[in-house]
């Protein structure tokens, strides 16, 4: 579950460090010679343990080091097998695993079917506080593991079961028929023996078994990944390796793109979109992208739990101009949302284009109305927080706050709070320390209707950081993942999705794409659509 920031943060005196971590891009990024890249980044929030990582600059470095059952095609998205040979089922309930031969971790060890229970056991233990502890939610006894009060009653979850070097079996407290193709997020990725054996030391240099391994990692400055040459996969790297340089601001990043101190920049800040395609030419990209941006609400603040409060949200969605936004500050890299999906999903994976009906549409007199049928804005006032380090989230609040004074007549109903950076927004989050609508970027973790939708509104969901729960919601939510016919399943959670529409339980914005640009020195650069780059396919020189 990746919650987007769009922002680069960090590195103190920016562009000088920049400079002197590139060392001039022609040579190496970070003086490490060969054909090597540099990519704009962010320090992660957590330490890259896979089942603690639920933001996307996190998730790019454990793509790069990790491989795991399942592959999502980079231009497809399409879930594949990857070291599972196979997954198979009866009742998709229990699934039976077994792996490819010929895998190891980049230490030498043996990849194994202990190295996925294992990882997944410590994974689900409530005493490892792992952030993505949710997604073993479906697995035998992770109400043992991982009570939702009280202590661990168990080490082990009782539905995994290794039978012998390359099979183990899953079985699941209910039926998942998606279950297969949840198991490409990174989440899921086996870890070595080495870390449980030596864990301090492996957080301080990961170890994994993709195509690349962790060299370097100086924190606010960058990270130094170097190609692994014996790495067994079929998608090695075709370059030497990737620096990954930590910015405090995507205008810097493009700068230093511009003046070939960079070599990839994977986020055009707003301001510079009426320009990029005349600095860049071909060099720029602007690819569709499993992104959704929403504005979120804290129901464990009665003021917006209240009965009316869904009359108030709904208005507050009528009183924002999105086609106006999109157009004017994002020049064709976003598009006005309809649904709380993605279009990328298409309509037979749960894209439903206009399912939000009349409540996105822009329509100020009707906004009024409902927001004093609701009872007016909580406070008299509306504070949207929103992370500051970003090259566009104060831009694209400032004009949301415009578009809202202007529905509701009042210059002053609306306000943006900038927090400083994209951790300090998450753990102000995380603390439940919010008291209006706050900014909420979701990019997909595997592309299903499921995860638009489970992961932030499901009752005690991992990313639902507003704390929204609907018995009904997560009834229908429950008989979709049980439902093994597709067409049924997408059809049950688009329902759940209506009640999420009825509720205004957050607001719709628009829908994103991935754009990056880059130099002259690379070639074979694309995006895949989780709008992260694909670097191992990336040419230099």
């Known amino acids: 579950m990746r919650r987007s920031t769009h922002a680069r943060r960090a590195a103190g005196a920016a562009a000088a460090l920049v400079f002197a971590a590139t060392g001039c891009a022609g040579a190496g990024a970070g003086g490490n010679g060969g054909a090597v890249l540099s990519s704009s980044w962010a320090d992660p929030q957590n330490p890259l343990e896979p089942a603690n990582t639920n933001e996307v600059q996190g998730g790019k470095v454990l793509d790069m080091i990790f491989r795991g059952l399942k592959r999502y095609d980079p231009k497809t998205g399409k879930a594949r097998d990857f070291l599972a040979r196979s997954i198979e089922t009866r009742d998709s309930r229990t699934f039976t695993i077994r792996l490819k031969d010929g895998w190891i971790f980049s230490n030498g060890e043996k990849v194994t079917a202990r190295s996925f229970v294992d990882a997944w056991n410590y994974g689900a233990s409530l005493r490892n506080n792992q952030k993505n502890a949710y997604f073993f939610g479906y697995i035998d006894g992770y109400d043992e593991v991982h009570p939702e009060s009280g202590r661990q009653r168990a080490d082990t979850l009782s539905g995994l079961r290794v039978l012998d070097d390359h099979t183990f079996t899953v079985r699941l407290n209910q ?135 869904e009359k108030v949200r709904t208005g507050l969605s009528m009183a924002i101009n999105r086609r ?20 990328v999903l298409g309509a037979a994976g749960g894209y439903k284009k206009g399912l939000c009906g009349r409540a996105c549409d822009y329509d100020p007199g009707r906004a009024r109305r409902l927001i ?145 640009g880059y130099s002259e020195r690379l070639s074979h650069v694309a995006l895949n659509p989780f709008s992260v780059p694909v670097y191992h396919e990336i040419r230099v020189g």
């Not at 106006?324 to 279009?343: C, E, K, L, N, V």
């Open 372 to 516: 004093e049928e609701g009872g007016g804005i909580p406070g008299g006032r509306l504070t949207i927080t929103y992370n500051a380090d970003s090259g566009s989230h104060r831009q694209w609040v400032d004009a949301v706050c415009n578009s809202i004074n202007n529905a509701l007549g009042d210059d002053r109903a609306c306000v943006g709070n900038p927090v400083g950076t994209f951790a300090d927004f998450r753990n102000q989050l995380g603390g439940h320390r919010m008291t209006g609508p706050f900014r909420a970027g979701w990019q997909m973790d595997y592309p299903l209707i499921q995860n638009f939708l489970q992961p932030l509104y499901y009752t005690g969901a991992s990313s639902n950081d507003g704390a929204w729960s609907d018995a009904e919601f997560d009834r229908l939510v429950d008989r979709a993942n049980a439902e093994t016919d597709p067409v049924r399943s997408v059809a049950l959670f688009q329902r759940a999705e209506e009640v999420v529409r009825d509720n205004m339980a957050a607001i719709p914005l628009w829908y994103q794409n991935g754009n990056a």
């Open 175 to 309: 039926k998942f028929s998606g279950f297969p193709d949840t198991l490409g997020y990174v989440a899921f990725a086996p870890l070595p023996r080495a870390f449980f054996t030596d864990h301090a030391a492996w957080v301080r240099k990961p170890v994994g078994n993709g195509p690349y391994t962790i060299e370097s990692y100086t924190k606010g400055a960058q990270m130094y990944l170097k190609k692994w040459d014996g790495y067994p996969g079929p998608d090695k790297a075709r370059n030497d390796g990737v620096t990954l340089l930590v910015y405090t601001d995507s205008n810097t990043a493009y700068t230093d793109l511009l003046a070939g101190n960079l070599d990839l920049a994977d986020d055009i800040p707003a301001a510079q979109l009426k320009n990029v395609k005349s600095d860049l030419g071909e060099r720029y990209l602007n690819t569709p992208a499993g992104i959704i941006q929403t504005l979120a609400f804290p129901y464990y603040d009665k003021a917006w739990s209240r009965p009316g409060a």
């Open 324 to 343: 106006q936004i999109t157009d004017t500050i994002f020049r064709g890299t976003r598009t006005p949302a309809t649904d709380w999906t993605s279009p």
